[in-house]
Structures are given as structure tokens and as C-alpha cells.
DNA sequence: CATGAATGAGACTTCATTCAT
DNA sequence: TATGAATGAAGTCTCATTCAT
């Protein structure tokens, strides 16, 4: 009897464990969001979780972990994700704008995490987290750039782009420029740009980007493409 | 004795104040771009002044108003800047392009001031301005973005650039786009891209744009000339 | 179902139940030692025990409730061990030095015991203890120090030890000694001293006291006497 | 005019600080000692001292750092008391008798520092302090205990005192003794032990002491001698 | 004006203890 | 009986701000 009642009790206590672990994580995402990382506190992530403070440190264990866990959650599933955009496409084009709006959908389902993720990224609350952890996102998003550029360089070698454009930069700006644009779309004051625009500048933007890759291309070129060879091939 | 004080003595007291405010003013630039607003100390601002903590509060009355000080500072003569670069350009192309660069370099200058700003206007610190403070930053940065808007609307309108684009929303995005640049310039961390790289990126991105704004123009339009009008004209 | 636990299931169980109170008990006496009680947590005597925090509550109320088991644990058997030892030998010298050695010996054998136990009565953790569990630790030692010190009383009244001695005083130093070196022997850090001199003095240590007891006599003595008696008769 | 109110000023502050940083180490003297290290709080010391807690920490770093302050305070000039109390005396037994009662009676007047001292080198604290820190209170100890063997040795070498005696270990006991008898008369319950016994205690224990070591030479020595030889030569 | 000692609110974190299962 | 999740009081430490000199 006990038995029985123990089974499915652990199994509903498991669920539930992990679910007020999902609510912690997901309190602290909007409020370091919110807030930033310094001036959001135990007390209010408790306070909307509606659990005491002792209980958060139950779960995670310090403010800087729970930093952590935002964190790799928001990038878990990312680069699948990416691909899966590219393996859906058929042309270089298609799979070019397929990735970058991907990374721009993916991010705006968690427009709190993706705060929180860029923050750290640009180093402001690097201090907090561990190397591994800074390896961990750095890497996680330095190969999704790289991903791109393989099939910048591919446009470039089969004559399609123009020669005198680094691909992997090209991944760079293009990367920043959809964060941008997240970043733009997250805040969404209306008084510097209305939703509706946003969604317009999501697709027009990559393609202004891809026609200044094609069209631009120079009818003669003797020295432009040294620079760009290898790029997206080994970095360290 | 008191008496003796002079005219030139009173001079340099001034001249003294007016330095000591700026020495101030550029620690904490550098302070709350390396540890953030947060984690900065009036402390360090005091050690790295050689001033008192005291003496801080003599001339900004909280870290917050030392806060919308460096803010102030650093959009001071911005406006001007843009409006300089392209005036000293013949042509739309021109014009867009050097407006463009000249506020990479403008904020590149003061890499300090161009993290705080941005941090400021991403909304992560804006907690802590007055809302007049906030007004101002955000006006001078949309006045910007408007200013090279009505460029974008000049090549539209002369046939020049192609119809099926936002003014406005190009604008935002080139805007966006020579931000993430910059950010990317200051952090400048050799393993994501190099100084080098980063250089050709600026020139590079934005005739990728403006390429993309000309050449990709469809060969007939009917109905996209209606969304973009009025953009760049009244908005709150 | 219930009505099947018979008799040697009640006796198992009460078996195990001692077990596991004297396990609790064991975890305790180390840890109180390691960290001492303020460090010691209930957390890492559930973990060592491997038990739960909850059952260590069913079996002692309190973290002072088992500070105090651990204490009236120590305690329990010395006296008769320091009386067996005494009435091993023969003669007043060798009474002595059994005694003194048998309470060496007693706690050498539960060193992390001796610790908790030496520290409760050096009033550090006092404060944590009923008055009742201090006066039976109290208690205990005096006790065994009169019954000391009444061998030096009959050494002195038959001749054999010098008469400018407090029978009771003499017991309380070879206490503090024994005690001394025991603190010595549980520490042996080598730097210190190494285990194979400790042996040596433990038995030279009191040799040395006996010694200086017997021949150290004034030839004649006129008032050093009175201080000393009645001295190992009452004392509240 | 300033400077004349400056330099008194400098002086007086200068003054006031330091008083105040040895209120603080008075009170947490007192305090380690009545409570131990652990559950002595900050706070507390704050109120004793009527500072707030954050004076505490504009004198001491940590908690930790003011444990380390206290220690450091108790040992120093330590050595030298010892150095002066035999030098002041002719003949062998006179130096020992007299170290030893200078070693008690140096901490007797610091009777909260030496609880906090003794409870250090007791390892029950040590994990609170640096290496260093530990370092510099065994080393002052074992080279007082040193210091005072080497009378022993010299005792031993001229023929005064038995040969079967390792002059180190004799001194390590005898500071112990001194220890010992320290901790019973700073706890100086008088239901263990009046003062009056107490102060006999202090000389007589040294005395029967170093009779034993006299007296108690055995008329021939054949193999003991070789143990007790170097040893108070090099130790590590 | 300048100083820097003092303050105290508030942050993170720990842990004895309780209690529903 | 046993569990271990939850609690919240309490402790250490930081830092913006004030104020007497």
C-alpha cells in the first residue's frame, strides 16, 4: 500500500520539484530582464514565486547558478533549431534568410532570456558566471555564426555573391544585425518603432543584406578574395 | 586674507572645479561601462579621482544624477556631428554612407560613454534617470535616426532606391546595424573578430545596405510606396 | 496486516531504533569535534548517517538535545573505569598512577568524545546545555577528581608524600595534565610533537608528579598544613 | 590657520581611530571568548562598542580578519616576557620556575585573549584563519616551548637533573600544565577551584615539576639518555 | 570646499526546525 | 516511522549617503 502510494507520489513530487524549479527559473529570467542582474534580489524572485527565500537556494545554489541555468536554458535547443531552418530550404538564398530569421524566432518566444543571454554575452555580467559557462555560450553562439558563414562562402565559390566580402564577417553583421533588431523588437517602445514594422524589417532586413551580397559584386576583382578564404573554416 | 582672493584666483578655482567635474565624470564612464552601473562604487570613482568620496556628492548630487551626467555628456554634439558629416557630402549615397561612419566614429571616440548610453537607452538602467533624462536620450537618438531617414526618402523619391523600403525602419536598422558594430569594435574580444575585420565591417555594411537599397529595387511597384510614407515625417 | 508484527519484529525494530540512535550519535561526536557545534550542521549528520534531517528529530528533539547525549555518553562508565583501575593495584603510588593513566586511557578511546566533552565543560558551549546537563557533567569530573585526590590525602597522612601539598589541588593539576596531553595526543600534529613521546610522557608526566610528591618533603614543616586539609572532605 | 587646526586635527583623528580599532578588538576579545568565535556576532560587537555594524568593517575586513587581529595582539611581545623573566633570575631552576609563572602570568592579564588563543591553537577556530596566520601562532608557541627546554637540556647536561627526561617533551607538559591550570583559573567556577588554590597552584605546580625532574634521577642510567639528546636542538 | 568616518538599509546566504505525505 | 521540501530568522558584508571637522 505504501508502496503504491509511493510510486506515483515520488512521481508527482519529481513534477512537481520540477516545476517550482521551472517557475524559479522562469521568475528570475523576467526580473534579471527587468532589472538587470545586480538589482533584481532573491527576496523578489521569491516573492513572485510565491516562496521564501530559503526555498530558491533549495533549488539553486547561489544567485550566480541561477544566472547559469537562464542561460544554458536559453540556449538549449538553439543551434538544432537553426538547422533544422537551413535543412527546410532548398537554395542558398532561402537557407541564408531561413537561418537568420530562425535565430530572430527562436529568440522572440523568450525576448527574457534572450536579454539575459545578450547581457552576459556582452560581457556586462561575465563576472558572474564561471569560464566553462562563458565557453559554454560563447561558443554555442560563435558556431552558429560560423554556421552561417559556410553558406555565405559557398554563395561566394559557386559565383552567386560577390567575391570582395569576408564571409564570416558578413555572419558577424548579419548576427548583429538580427540581434539588433531583437533587441529593437523586444523593447518595442512604440515610440521608436511599432510591432508591425518590426516583422516587416525581420525579412526585409536579411534581404537588403543578401541583395548587397549579390548585386554589389564588382565586374572585375584581383585581390579581394585572400582575405575572406578560410574564415570560416578554423578559428580558435 | 580672504580678500587677497582675486579675480584670476577665482578663475582658477573654476577652471579647477570644471576639471575636477570632468575627472569625475570620465571615471565613472569608465567604471560604469566596465562593471556596469550596479556594480560600480563611488568608492572607486573617489580612489580612481583621487578625491573623496565626499567631495563626489559636491558635485553630483547621487550616483544616479552622475549617472544622467555621463549620458548628457555623451550625446552632446551628436546631432551635429551627423548633420557636419553629411554636409560635407556631395550626393544621397554619400550623405547616407558619411552619416552613417560618422556615428561609428563619434561613439567609438568614447567607448565608455557609447556602452553607458547604450545600456541606458536598452532600458537595463533606465530605472534609474528621471523621466526627462530618459526623454532626452531617447529624442536625441530618434531625431538621428529621422535625420537619415529623410535621406532614404529622398533616393525613394527620386527614383534612386527602391520603392518597398521603409525609410524610417531602413534607418532604424542602419542604426542598429552601426550599434551592434560598435559593441562588437569595443568588446572587440580577438575570438569573435578581429580589429581588422571590424574596420572593413564598418565601411563594408553599410554599402552592403545602401547596394541592397538600390539594386534590388523590383522592376515594378504598385503597392508598397503607401506603408513607408509619412514615416519619416510626424511621429511621437 | 499490522496485527502480524509479532514480537521479535517489535524487538528487531527496537534493535534497529538503537542502532540508529547510537549511529546519530557517533556522527554527532565527530562532527562536534571537526567543526565544533556552532559549525557541525544537522544537514551532514543526516548525510553521514545517511538518514533524513527529519529522523534525526524523532530521535533527539534538538541540536543541543544531542550535544547533551553526546556529553551524558562520554561520561557514563568513567567513574567505574578510574575505580576498577585503582583496585587493580597495590599500594598508594601505583593507585595513583592507575588512576591517572586509566583516565587517559578512558578517553583515548573516544577522542572526538574527549574533545566535545573538554570544550562543553570549558564553558565554551555551556550556554547550549540545561544547568541540570551541566551540573551532571560538572559533577562527574569533580567527583573523580576527590576521588583522587583521596589517595594523596592517605600518601600525605602515612608520611609517605610532603605535607606542604593540597591533596585536592595536587589532583586538579594531574587532572589538567592528563587532560592536557590528551588534547596533545588527539591534535599530535607532528610539528608539535609525535606520537611516540606522547606515550612516553603520559607515563613520565606522572611519574615525574609522584616523584616531586614524595621527595620533594621539607625535612620539618610547621605551617603548611592547614591549607590543605579538609580539603578533599566538603565542597558544595 | 588651517593647517595649525589640520595637523591637532590629523593627531587627534589618528588617535580616535586607533582607540576606536581597540575598542572593537576589546569587545571581540570578550566576546569570542564568553561565546566563541561562532556564535559571537557582529552585530553584538557593534553594540558594545556602541558603533554601527559597519564601522566594525571600515577597522576589520572580515569577521574572520578581527579573530586574526586578536590572536595577533595576544602573542606579541609574548617571546620577550619570557626572555625578561629569565633573565632576571640566576640559576638553572629559577629561569624554568620563572618562565613558567611569566607565562602564566602573561595571559592571566589577558585572560579573554588567551581563551581565543588557546581555542585557536586548538584547531577548533584554525580553519578561520590564513595559513599564515596559523603559522605565526604555532610558531611563536613552539618557540617559547623551545626556549624553555633549552634550560632543561642544560639542567640535564651539568648534572642537575635526570638524564631520563626528553628536555622537550618536559616543556611541552609543562606548558600544558600552565595551560591547563590557566583555563582553570580563568573559568575559576569556585565550585572547581577557589583563586586562593589557584595562585598556590601556579608555584607549587612548578615545583613538583622540576623536584621531579631533580630528584627523581636514577642513581646509574645505561640507554636512556639517547632519546631525550638534540631535542631541543633542530625540530622542523 | 574637501574630507573620510560613520551610518544603516538591504543584499545574499545558511541552517535549525517543522510538517504534509 | 521516515522523508525531505519548505520556512524564516539571523548572520555577514556592502555601499550610497550624510555630516562634523
Redesign the interface.
Known sequence: MEKAITISTLARREREKLQRRSDILEAAEELFDE??F??ATIEEIARRTELSKGTIYLYFKSKDELLLAVCIKGIAGFREELEEAARRKRGLESKIKAVYLSYIEFFLEVPHVFRVLH?TF????R?NLSQDAINLI?WTI?EAVRFGSAFVQQGIDSGLFRR???P???S??AW??A???L??AI?S?P???DRD?LE??FS??I???????K??APPEEKSSGQ?ASGRSGT??
Open positions: 532589472k538587470g545586480e538589482s547581457d556582452t560581457e556586462r555580467l563576472r560563447n560563435i570582395d566580402v569576408d564570416y564577417a558578413f558577424v553583421a548583429q544585425l540581434t539588433a533588431l533587441d529593437l523593447l517602445d515610440g521608436v518603432i514594422s516587416k524589417m526585409k532586413s534581404e537588403i543584406l543578401v541583395d548587397g551580397l548585386c554589389g582575405k578559428r580558435s
